[in-house]
């Protein structure tokens, strides 16, 4: 049987006792339907898991027992930094899960001309905290001990401004497919718009900043499908899946 882990954004000192807070303690009992004696993992994103059980469930709360601490989790062969256009809904919600389980490091969510959702002020801060839990969701599911970092959204002109040098757009009318680009560095930061692509305009910005379009294959993927193809395509040509 599969051990459950959960993520607690709290220190994990081992030997010590720790009672959660609302939310975990609601997800533990109610959702993973743990009591007194089952053990789980923890980890709070430092790189470590670490062992737990389940010490006591009452009107006080949920109090769990925190043992050792587990291996350090390996840093990425390939550190895969993603920007995003952001997508209407459950496809952004798809494309982050997706692809923080194909392990990438960092993700930019991007305003772009064809972005469907306006966001700003406190919508804006509620859907990035959805997304984080997202990431999270993913990370407990995966067994990642690190959690990706998640960025403010910006405005793609802003976000190609300050771009790594040599930064990869997927862009279905490229020359050169992506499995026949040079094997990169140690991290490779990957362009991918939302529904429709980017505009003409976007793509000449992009191009006058250094991003080199790459193509996949014969086929034009879905918004939410185009990272998580292209993720996997590296991640087996130079990154964790080449084991």
């Known amino acids: 049987m599969r051990i459950p882990r959960v993520y607690l954004d709290h220190p994990l000192d081992p030997q010590t006792e720790l009672r959660l807070p609302q939310g975990p303690a609601r997800h533990l009992t109610q959702v993973l339907r743990l009591g007194p004696g089952d053990g789980l993992a923890c980890f709070n994103g430092d790189g470590r898991d670490r062992a737990a059980q389940v010490a006591a469930?009452?009107?006080?709360?949920?109090?769990?027992?925190?043992?050792?601490?587990?291996?350090?989790?390996?840093?990425?062969?390939?550190?895969?930094?993603?920007?995003?256009?952001?997508?209407?809904?459950?496809?952004?919600?798809?494309?982050?899960?997706?692809?923080?389980?194909?392990?990438?490091?960092?993700?930019?969510?991007?305003?772009?001309?064809?972005?469907?959702?306006?966001?700003?002020?406190?919508?804006?801060?509620?859907?990035?905290?959805?997304?984080?839990?997202?990431?999270?969701?993913?990370?407990?599911?995966?067994?990642?001990?690190?959690?990706?970092?998640?960025?403010?959204?910006?405005?793609?002109?802003?976000?190609?401004?300050?771009?790594?040098?040599?930064?990869?757009?997927?862009?279905?009318?490229?020359?050169?497919?992506?499995?026949?680009?040079a094997p990169p560095g140690p991290e490779v930061t990957l362009l991918v718009g939302p529904e429709g692509g980017l505009s003409p305009r976007e793509l000449d910005l992009a191009h006058r900043h250094g991003v080199v379009g790459v193509r996949l294959g014969p086929r034009i993927l879905r918004a939410e499908t185009a990272p998580l193809a292209a993720i996997a395509v590296l991640q087996a040509l130079w990154g964790d899946l080449r084991d």
């Open 57 to 181: 469930v009452g009107r006080a709360g949920v109090v769990l027992a925190i043992g050792a601490a587990g291996a350090v989790e390996p840093a990425p062969v390939l550190r895969i930094v993603l920007g995003l256009g952001i997508s209407r809904g459950e496809r952004m919600d798809y494309a982050i899960q997706k692809a923080v389980e194909l392990g990438v490091a960092g993700l930019w969510p991007l305003f772009t001309e064809r972005s469907m959702v306006q966001l700003q002020g406190e919508r804006l801060q509620r859907r990035l905290e959805h997304w984080r839990g997202v990431s999270i969701g993913a990370c407990e599911q995966s067994g990642r001990r690190r959690l990706p970092a998640l960025a403010d959204a910006l405005p793609l002109a802003e976000w190609l401004a300050a771009a790594a040098p040599g930064t990869l757009l997927l862009d279905p009318r490229a020359p050169q497919a992506l499995a026949q680009w």
